[in-house]
Nanobody, 120 residues
């Protein structure tokens, strides 16, 4: 069955770094656009970063540009989010998302999420 499992979250001080990973299984990972979303308490879910199926293109929310880097390893069926210069406002549950449109059908999968807390 389809699985997306995030890891790497935790507590970090402001200015610190974390690297999130999302391991995928049960679908053709290399055919899917992969994204990281986050949701803070009381706020709507926010798209953080997206990487194309080949890894050749990326896009970022303005709030994380220059600090976060999304990447993927299709041989390992894994997508990463390197987060540097973390701020308290980056505190949220981070979830990975896989999406593909195929023959006019949209396929979307979500992981359960991993908590990131930025606090001194």
């Amino acid at each position: 069955q389809v699985q997306l499992v995030e890891s790497g979250g935790g507590l970090v001080q402001p200015g610190g770094s974390l690297r999130l990973s999302c391991a995928a299984s049960g679908f053709t990972f290399s055919s899917y656009v992969m994204s990281w979303y986050r949701q803070a308490p009381g706020k709507e879910r926010e798209l953080v970063a997206t990487v194309t199926s080949t890894g050749g293109g990326t896009n970022y929310a303005d709030s994380v540009k220059g600090r976060f880097t999304i990447s993927r390893d299709n041989a390992k069926n894994t997508v990463y989010l390197q987060m540097n210069s973390l701020k308290p406002e980056d505190t949220a549950v981070y979830s990975c998302n896989a999406a593909r449109v195929y023959w006019a059908s949209r396929y979307v999968y979500w992981g359960p999420g991993t908590q990131v807390t930025v606090s001194s």
